[in-house]
């Protein structure tokens, strides 16, 4: 869809470039003239157009823009706003939706400086997102005006959303983004005469106060006290998701519509006021939904149904997340009880509890190594864009048959993704024997058992000769130290022409809110590793022999960051990657 989305940022760009400072608002709100157009103009200006495109992937946004005489080489920043619209407008999940904001600079007919303000959101083919690219084509709900204020004090702010809504402008969402430290207070305007019907009030700074009264909030709910209350029953949220988890109480509700709860207690052994409580918290959390409405139940029994997120924690579900709540609500959390050892020591609180590393732990417990390496796959989603990457695109077309070797594989998981994917490609996945068990049943069943090879072994038998080296989430589980030593023996086992892709979060190096930070504290307390930033990674892949050409972001907050032999990573020499370049810390693609 390049000519779509080129053609309407061509359009955005030729609008900020042709009208002043002033102009637009009278187009937005008919009727604001005179002394008010004055005033609103004095206190804030207008700054850019936005507009949301839908790129297949990072080379075809830089393409758009291109073609739409815009900057292609525009930082961009995560987007928290549009991101959590989009979720709420689509009903996805809003980790799945990868929003990016750009801003290149445009000027306007006297020369200030303007931009297109430009969210992306990344749709290749096959990705589920082609309906939402053309409903939001279609509609143009984040398409907007934007005036920025000079002067953000509150008061001021007030006086203008009062002016505003005075002339017909009404408040459609907003929100606070932390990467720049701005508010956002959206308008939805009467019908324009410029195509454009949405209005943003951007204000430099936390007006979050302001925020919720425009969205309609309680100011009541920024309160610190509550917040803390909230905080700290964080706990009791775990335990009541994993309660729900291994009481096999998703499975035993019905799957097409409520059910009892005294039904659902004979179903599943519990206790019918036990239940009741737990259910009532949980429909709090949105993971089921009380039914007042349901027939065929006991009047002032309570019946209950199973919401999509309560779903994911279904057994029997393809992608299922129940391993992962067991292991949060069981061994980490128990752990966690040591965090305060782990901060005190530098050691892991799993090793002080447990009284061995968390590695020996499980691998004495089958179950437990079981539902460890179960728990890995839960997060599979991450993987779902890297059969696309162009390193496993280009071995797959390759004339002759590539080997993808997955280094610490787990079950199979990612493997499995990418051999269906692609199956020209041959696989080699190297594992303890258990799991390289586990994966062998896993690949078996996706039928591409017949193209894998299977290695039992450690870090120091990382097999010779293969043309894609994965190593996925492995990293954070290591001090600098044994990281340099695992990237080694892989630099030793790549041919010349071998690519190595890294999957992991990346710490933020702006202090914005991550899950990686997150994960980097459970790192701490349980294995004793941790979360990195790309510039900690391209050190360590330096030190082994490697440079990181590229990084590309992954759903779950996770990135793919791709890696050559150092003397290989010149832009002469590509390997079939589209050009592909080395800078000193690659950004986002």
């Known amino acids: 869809m390049l000519h779509d989305d080129a053609a309407r940022l061509r359009a955005a760009a030729a609008f900020v470039l042709h009208h002043g400072s002033a102009t637009p608002l009278p187009l937005l709100l008919p009727g604001l003239h005179g002394p008010e157009l004055d005033s609103v103009a004095a206190h804030c200006r207008f700054a850019h157009v936005g507009i949301l495109v839908f790129p297949r992937d990072p080379r075809h946004l830089r393409d758009l823009l291109t073609a739409s005489g815009l900057a292609a080489d525009t930082p961009s920043r995560p987007s928290v706003v549009v991101r959590e619209r989009l979720a709420r407008r689509h009903r996805r999940d809003v980790a799945d939706l990868d929003v990016r904001i750009l801003r290149p600079r445009v000027h306007g007919p006297a020369g200030e400086p303007r931009a297109v303000e430009v969210f992306a959101l990344a749709a290749p083919a096959g990705s589920g997102l082609e309906p939402v690219a053309a409903h939001e084509r279609a509609l143009g709900h984040e398409t907007h005006l934007a005036f920025e204020l000079e002067d953000p004090e509150p008061l001021v702010l007030h006086g203008l959303c009062a002016v505003l809504g005075r002339y017909g402008a009404r408040p459609d969402g907003g929100g606070y983004n932390p990467h720049e430290n701005g508010t956002v207070l959206y308008f939805a305007t009467p019908d324009s005469t410029c195509g454009y019907r949405r209005l943003e009030?951007?204000?430099?700074?936390?007006?979050?106060?302001?925020?919720?009264?425009?969205?309609?909030?309680?100011?009541?709910?920024?309160?610190?006290?509550?917040?803390?209350?909230?905080?700290?029953?964080?706990?009791?949220?775990?335990?009541?998701?994993?309660?729900?988890?291994?009481?096999?109480?998703?499975?035993?509700?019905?799957?097409?519509?409520?059910?009892?709860?005294?039904?659902?207690?004979?179903?599943?052994?519990?206790?019918?006021?036990?239940?009741?409580?737990?259910?009532?918290?949980?429909?709090m959390l949105g993971a089921v939904a009380e039914d007042t409405?349901?027939?065929?139940?006991?009047?002032?029994?309570?019946?209950?149904?199973?919401?999509?997120?309560?779903?994911?924690?279904?057994?029997?579900?393809?992608?299922?997340?129940?391993?992962?709540?067991?292991?949060?609500?069981?061994?980490?959390?128990?752990?966690?009880?040591?965090?305060?050892?782990?901060?005190?020591?530098?050691?892991?609180?799993?090793?002080?509890?447990?009284?061995?590393?968390?590695?020996?732990?499980?691998?004495?417990?089958?179950?437990?190594?079981?539902?460890?390496?179960?728990?890995?796959?839960?997060?599979?989603?991450?993987?779902?864009?890297?059969?696309?990457?162009?390193?496993?695109?280009?071995?797959?077309?390759?004339?002759?048959?590539?080997?993808?070797?997955?280094?610490?594989?787990?079950?199979?998981?990612?493997?499995?993704?990418?051999?269906?994917?692609?199956?020209?490609?041959?696989?080699?996945?190297?594992?303890?024997?258990?799991?390289?068990?586990?994966?062998?049943?896993?690949?078996?069943?996706?039928?591409?058992?017949?193209?894998?090879?299977?290695?039992?072994?450690?870090?120091?038998?990382?097999?010779?000769?293969?043309?894609?080296?994965?190593?996925?989430?492995?990293?954070?589980?290591?001090?600098?130290?044994?990281?340099?030593?695992?990237?080694?023996?892989?630099?030793?086992?790549?041919?010349?022409?071998?690519?190595?892709?890294?999957?992991?979060?990346?710490?933020?190096?702006?202090?914005?809110?991550?899950?990686?930070?997150?994960?980097?504290?459970?790192?701490?307390?349980?294995?004793?590793?941790?979360?990195?930033?790309?510039?900690?990674?391209?050190?360590l892949l330096s030190d082994a022999g490697l440079e990181l050409v590229d990084r590309t972001p992954l759903p779950l907050e996770a990135h793919v960051l791709h890696a050559r032999k150092a003397s290989l990573t010149d832009p002469a020499n590509t390997h079939g990657q589209g050009g592909l370049k080395s800078p000193e810390v690659p950004r986002d693609r």
Not at 220 to 239: D, N, V
Not at 254 to 275: F, I, K, N, V
């Open 293 to 539: 409405e349901a027939a065929g139940v006991t009047s002032g029994e309570g019946t209950f149904r199973l919401t999509p997120l309560g779903r994911l924690l279904r057994a029997d579900l393809p992608d299922s997340m129940r391993p992962l709540a067991l292991m949060y609500g069981g061994p980490f959390y128990r752990s966690f009880a040591a965090l305060d050892h782990s901060v005190r020591t530098g050691r892991p609180g799993f090793d002080h509890l447990f009284g061995e590393d968390h590695f020996a732990h499980f691998a004495r417990d089958p179950e437990l190594a079981d539902l460890f390496d179960r728990s890995m796959a839960a997060s599979s989603r991450m993987f779902q864009p890297l059969p696309a990457h162009p390193v496993i695109a280009a071995a797959a077309q390759a004339p002759t048959p590539r080997t993808v070797v997955d280094v610490a594989g787990g079950n199979g998981e990612l493997l499995g993704r990418v051999l269906t994917a692609h199956p020209s490609l041959r696989g080699t996945l190297l594992e303890r024997p258990h799991a390289v068990e586990a994966a062998r049943r896993s690949l078996g069943s996706l039928e591409c058992g017949a193209r894998c090879d299977y290695r039992s072994g450690d870090f120091a038998d990382v097999p010779d000769g293969g043309d894609v080296y994965l190593l996925s989430r492995v990293l954070h589980d290591w001090d600098d130290d044994r990281c340099r030593e695992i990237l080694r023996h892989c630099a030793r086992a790549m041919p010349a022409h071998a690519d190595l892709l890294v999957v992991e979060r990346l710490l933020p190096t702006d202090g914005s809110p991550s899950l990686a930070t997150a994960w980097d504290l459970h790192m701490m307390c349980n294995v004793g590793g941790r979360e990195r930033s790309a510039e900690h990674y391209a050190r």
């Open 201 to 283: 009030l951007y204000a430099p700074g936390d007006h979050r106060e302001l925020l919720a009264a425009h969205l309609g909030e309680s100011p009541g709910t920024s309160r610190p006290a509550e917040t803390l209350l909230q905080l700290l029953t964080g706990a009791w949220t775990t335990q009541a998701l994993a309660a729900f988890a291994r009481l096999r109480l998703p499975e035993a509700m019905d799957s097409d519509g409520p059910t009892g709860l005294r039904e659902l207690a004979r179903r599943t052994g519990t206790h019918p006021d036990g239940l009741g409580t737990l259910l009532r918290y949980l429909t």
